[in-house]
């Protein structure tokens, strides 16, 4: 067992190194604290995002009381590659980027069930260069990269054999920097300046699962979690400077000047979900899910925008999974999980009266590979986010998400003869 949490925390190691990758392409990760990233694996992803659907094999990362369903202990793992296409009224352009996605760790101690889990949380990652027009005589760059992790520590308890509650105390850290550099004609010097924001705090989030049959063969589910608003630290930093870039890129800084700012407290929104579902045990299942986050509250970093609103969120997800025969020692087809799903957006993002909204569909498949209960993971999805409208960018992307869950049994009892 000790050599087994060695390896854990080795891999959590690397999962926070790699913590300042870039997740995103994406020009609207710069408002507020980036894009939000989704919280769950691989199986979820193939259902849309639903987070409604919970077993005793697989770790539900979007409510903590599913940990108390576990009957065995479970690691999951998972990355994502997105190729990403932006348009505007003029021009197209596309990116790339591959990114792990979390780390986590499920144990059952009885009624009792624990949780271990890392992942980021929102994302940043920008590169835009204005088309100011023949007539101007400056040109502009903005860049943008970083972004908010979590390390969530969940604990649940099985109040009745078909009522589960749970909590997750998550910690927060990460930072986002913003970039701008003006250049001017007949100037031998840009003017460069960088916005820091580093944040660290706690926040927890409650969730609880109700089971219970319709029929012999028909089982209802009913989930809810709510995660309150939280405070979290934020110490900003400013640098004005003026540069001259080479012809490899690099920024030689002629004179750099720091601006003292004050430190601020960013505030996360709260958030609630609701979601339903019906099935037949190992066989197949059909759930929608509604989830509300209230970032009309949200408050921006050390400098403010124009022309933007942050009004309510909210997210509509439907999906689900088709077994054809989960035990069938003959057919190896038979014992592929087929799982499917959509979702539509409201990011409560609005720039220049135009709502950024978004929406995906998806399909997966989870692959027995080895041992029992352990299984390969490989969803698909495509989507939309944004309009050409107002001047903005519309964006299309399509996500390759692959993921791994293996089972063991960590606890078991001796027997002397």
Do not use: C
């Not at 004179?255 to 960013?266: A, K, N, T, V």
């Not at 037949?280 to 970032?295: P, T």
Request: negative net charge.
């Amino acid at each position: 067992m000790i050599k087994r949490f060695v390896v854990i925390v080795a891999l959590l190691g690397i999962v926070l190194t790699a913590s300042a990758q870039e997740g995103t392409s994406s020009p609207y990760s710069f408002y507020g604290i980036g894009l939000t990233k989704f919280r769950g694996t691989a199986e979820q992803r193939g259902m849309a995002g639903l987070g409604a659907y919970s077993d005793s094999i697989h770790i539900n990362l979007q409510n903590p009381a599913s940990f108390a369903k576990l009957r065995l202990t479970a690691y999951s793992v998972g990355a994502s590659h997105q190729s990403l296409s932006l348009e505007d009224a003029n021009a197209s352009e596309s990116a790339s980027h591959t990114t792990f996605d979390y780390l986590a760790l499920g144990f059952p101690a009885g009624r009792l069930g624990f949780g271990l889990s890392v992942y980021p949380s929102t994302t940043v990652g920008y590169n835009i260069k204005p088309d100011n027009g023949e007539s101007l005589s400056s040109s502009d760059q903005f860049t943008g990269r970083g972004g908010l992790n979590k390390v969530a520590l969940s604990t649940a308890y099985k109040v009745t054999d078909n009522f589960n509650i749970g909590v997750d105390f998550q910690y927060n850290f990460g930072n986002i920097q913003n970039k701008s550099i003006r250049f001017q004609d007949d100037i031998q010097f840009g003017t460069r300046e960088i916005n820091r924001s580093d944040f660290l705090g706690f926040s927890f989030k409650v969730g609880a699962i109700y089971d219970t049959k319709l029929t012999e063969n028909l089982d209802l589910t009913a989930t809810a979690t709510y995660m309150p608003s939280t405070t979290i630290n934020v110490e900003n930093f400013r640098e004005l400077a003026t540069v001259i870039v080479g012809n490899s890129g690099q920024e030689l800084v002629a004179d750099r000047q720091d601006i003292e700012l004050e430190d601020s407290d960013f505030k996360n929104p709260s958030e609630i979900s609701l979601g339903l579902g019906i099935g037949k045990a190992n066989k197949w299942y059909a759930g929608l899910e509604y989830v509300n986050s209230q970032k009309s509250n949200f408050n921006n970093r050390s400098f403010n925008n124009e022309d933007v609103i942050f009004d309510d969120a909210s997210k509509f997800k439907v999906g689900g999974f088709y077994i054809p025969k989960y035990n069938d020692l003959t057919s190896y087809l038979n014992r592929i999980v087929y799982r499917f799903g959509a979702r539509y957006e409201e990011t409560g993002l609005n720039l220049r009266g135009e709502d950024i909204n978004e929406f995906g569909i998806s399909f997966g498949v989870g692959i027995p590979a080895g041992r029992l209960f352990t299984n390969a993971n490989l969803s698909f999805e495509y989507g939309q986010r944004g309009t050409t409208d107002a001047g903005l960018i519309k964006e299309s992307f399509y996500n390759i998400i692959i993921g791994l869950s293996l089972n063991d049994k960590w606890f078991e009892k001796t027997k002397f003869n």
